[in-house]
């Protein structure tokens, strides 16, 4: 049996008879390079990192187009660096999961450090400051989720932990953009050099909400004389500190113990899975799919690796944009959203299997042909048409790929304003009466405030997956039981009329009766659900 720490130079036997390839390069040399100049930051050092930047530097490690690797700062969760970072020497086996079973297996060795990045972590919380000074560091590359970039509460007031950050000196921040903005604040302070600022987190327009946090905080700290008016104006200047906008793709589920399983069957040790007390679920190895985007607006200000050599497409914001757009808003995370929701609702606990439910399907399809390709706009790099061909026909039945729609149902609240309100204000745009010829989203929308009350179609509780927003929206809803509907409009008003949710007060664009009614439809009783989904897949229109 092979073990992710086993020397791949000096014995690289064991790996090959294992089916794994190893890297090219020496992992030791690369630590050395990266501590005398880092390059390259990452913060989030979860699954979809491990098993696609940590490729994209692995990949350039190993044409030796990038001699230092990449510094973890990871955020949220003390453990993951402890406990799957350190015990292996920050390794990783990427598995990717082809649709004909196979597993394609990579050890990646492109991580230098890992650190906790948390001002509870005085040696991480110092070693990041000072990694942040150094002149040669050229980007940060972002994977800390929706939720990770909150400033503001479900009413759109700043929380109090936002304004306490605002308030205080920039080494007590303890909200994500804070703790990020004080490291700006060190790279200032010591030359002001360049640098590119790149969230690849998975929602629209990502760049400038990561700036927009970032500068929220630190316009805080001038209005209480923390930090000079020349920070703001330095983090203001894309020739100074760049926020590009990005599109990421590649499903990555958690790692799943049929994969473990395998691998143990074809000689790879290292197949325990941590799930940690903060609820991450990890391993030595991360399970992912073979199809796999990433776009990147091109504009780091202090020079780049060459990304475009490990398939990343460099080009200008507006192309991101339609791209994300096409996505992001239509052409996959709504699909994927709504097999989250009425998967939970079914009783489902893996994508692949609610593929093979005609009703869903139908769901989907018409969300995404009928409702969303219409009012995409087509990025011209990748076409939106035959990306939502590859995404139903390969990506989404792959039942090698064990993704859950517990897993994708997690922070909808956060998720929904993108993946249907952008759609919905491109039919508003176009003609505000087009909007009641939609069908599928209102009936998702619905979908979802049904989800909230936490019981199955079969009349059984069920535990709805993490959401900043779940106990206020629950709250709302508590007078709300299946089969007997009370006042679902004093129990559903001010949840669709919030536009932190949903972009829009729905009732004032003409879905909010739409939305009403499809839930108590799907309310009625045991069984409405798959009722009212065969239902709609029975409509002609």
Known sequence: MVHLTDDYQRNPQPFQDAGIAVPQYDQAQMKAHTDEAPVWVHFGGGNLFRCFHAKIAHDLLNSGDLQSGIIVGETYDGD???????????????????????????????VAHAI????????????????????????????????????????????????ADMRNDPDEASTNMGAIARLLFARFQNGAAPIAMVSTDNFSENGQRFQNGILTIAKGWVDNNMVPQAFVDYLSDPKQVSFPWSMIDRITPNPAQSVAEKLAAQGFADTTIVHTPKHTNIAPFGNTEETHYLVIEDSFPNGRPALERAGVILTDRETVNDADQMKV?????????????????????????????????????RLGYQEDLPVVKDPKIINPKDFIDELITKRLPNKNIPDTPQRIASDTSQKIPIRYGVTIQHYWDKDPQSIQQLVAIPFILAGWCRYLLAVDDEGKPFTPSPDPLLADLQKQLSGITLGDSGDVHTALQPILSNKQIFAHDLYAIGLGAKVEANFKQLIAGPGAVAQELHALAERKD
């Open 116 to 163: 906790y990045y948390n001002r509870s972590n005085t040696v991480g919380w110092q070693t990041m400051a000072q990694i942040f000074k150094a002149p040669s560091l050229q980007l940060v590359t972002m994977s800390i989720t929706e939720k990770g970039y909150s400033l503001r509460d479900m009413n759109g007031q700043l929380t109090a932990a936002a304004q």
């Open 80 to 110: 993951v660096p402890k406990d799957i970072y350190a015990p292996y020497q920050n390794r990783v086996l990427q598995v990717v999961m082809e649709p004909d079973g196979a597993l394609k297996k990579t050890l990646i060795a492109s």
């Open 329 to 365: 808003t239509a052409c996959l995370n709504p699909l994927h959203t709504a097999l989250a929701i009425f998967g939970n609702l079914l009783g489902d606990t893996s994508i692949a299997a609610e593929m093979e439910n005609p009703d869903l399907v139908t769901l989907i399809k």
